[in-house]
Each structure stands twice: as structure tokens, then as C-alpha cells.
């Protein structure tokens, strides 16, 4: 049964969600890539004011996608650097590993308290974080991997 929003699945329907889910994820990302590799990161100039922000749908794209397209999008200034260091921290924090711009409070459900991001070193952050623009980190936790979910 899955546990994780409080919710209580048979098994069987759980996973025929997850791989509907999927696919449909998956079309979506490829048609957000799609179009910004052809008109660059939407921002308010390129839309108009009021667009919606697609970073909601970045948390179901493949990480491949992210490091080819929007990394060149915030390298190249039209995609701003926190969105993408936050998707890009929360799918590693999914994935139960460390992140690497330190962009995402952790939440213990235990104890119901947040505390720093999970990262692996402070100077590995610190650089990942200058080369998209981003400021230096100064509060954070070192772990690994099975604690790098805040578990």
C-alpha cells in the first residue's frame, strides 16, 4: 500500500496510477522541452504577463532532460537559477540522495520540523551554486544518501 500522502492503496491500483501517471508525464515534459527548444524558457516578455509558471512540471521530467535543456536555459540567463536548482534538488531528494544546490528545506514528519538541506559537501554545493548564479550556501546539513530524504 502506498503510505506517502497519507492516502491507502491496494497495491494493484497504486501502480496502475503510477504507470498512467507516468505516461502522461512524460508526454507533457516532452512537449514543455519541445517548446523551449524552440522558444527559450517562457518569461514575461516572451508570454505576456499572467503566463503559468511550468516549474510544477519539472518535478516529472527525467533528470537527463534537465541537465541538456534547462541548464542551458539558466546558463544562457532566460531561465532563472532557484526554480531549476529546486526541481533539480527535489527529484535527488526523491531519489534519496543528497542534493546538490542545497535548494530544498528537509521536513521530518516525526518530529514535524524542517531543518537545512541535505547536501554532500559545503565547497561542492557552493561551486554547483556559482556556476548557475545562484549565492553561496551558508546553512546547511552534510549527510548521505539514507538520510539525504530527511529519513
Known sequence: MSYREKLELIDELDQ??????????????????????AHGWPTEETTGEGFPSPVPMLIHMPMEE??????????????PPP???????RKLQHDLKPQLYGKVINFDYKTQSTFPPAIVDIDT?????AEIGMEPLTDYRITDAETAAGQ
Open 125 to 129: 554545493t557552493n561551486r554547483a551554486r
Open 83 to 89: 526554480p531549476y536548482a529546486s526541481i533539480y534538488d
Open 16 to 37: 496502475l496510477l503510477r504507470a498512467q501517471q507516468n505516461i502522461i508525464d512524460r508526454a507533457m515534459s516532452a512537449l514543455l522541452m519541445d517548446l523551449i527548444q
Open 66 to 79: 534537465m541537465d541538456r535543456i534547462l541548464r542551458q536555459e539558466v546558463l544562457a540567463g532566460r531561465m
